[in-house]
């Protein structure tokens, strides 16, 4: 059974960084696309980045040029560097994979950026 799980979540100031990474637990499943959404209270789910099994990533347009997604294919781990952090980013952060047609979503890590 898939189960990824996110960390590197946290509270940080405005301008800072966080990372957050994610992984099918160690077993190293070959995912095809992954990325990360993230949920603000009272808002929709959105897509933050993403990025396919070769390396080409997609932004969202408010985080272009501050946060960046990559992928170790050989630990099929996805990280999100977080820099310029800013209010409007705090949310609780989602992995999410693609395998064999099916999508997967980690539990969320909690990003909070104070003022």
């Known amino acids: 059974q898939v189960q990824l799980v996110e960390s590197g979540g946290g509270l940080v100031q405005a301008g800072g960084s966080l990372r957050l990474s994610c992984s099918d637990s160690?077993?190293?499943?070959?995912?095809?696309?992954m990325g990360w959404y993230r949920q603000a209270p009272g808002k929709q789910r959105e897509l933050v980045a993403g990025i396919t099994s070769d390396g080409r990533t997609n932004y969202e347009d408010s985080v272009k040029g501050r946060f960046t997604i990559s992928r170790d294919n050989a630990q099929n781990t996805v990280y999100l560097q977080m820099n310029s952090l800013k209010p409007e980013d705090t949310a609780v952060y989602y992995c999410?994979?693609?395998?064999?047609?099916?999508?997967?979503w980690g539990q969320g890590t909690q990003v909070t950026v104070s003022s």
């Open positions: 160690g077993r190293y499943l070959s995912f095809n696309a």
């Open positions: 999410n994979a693609g395998l064999f047609g099916l999508t997967y």
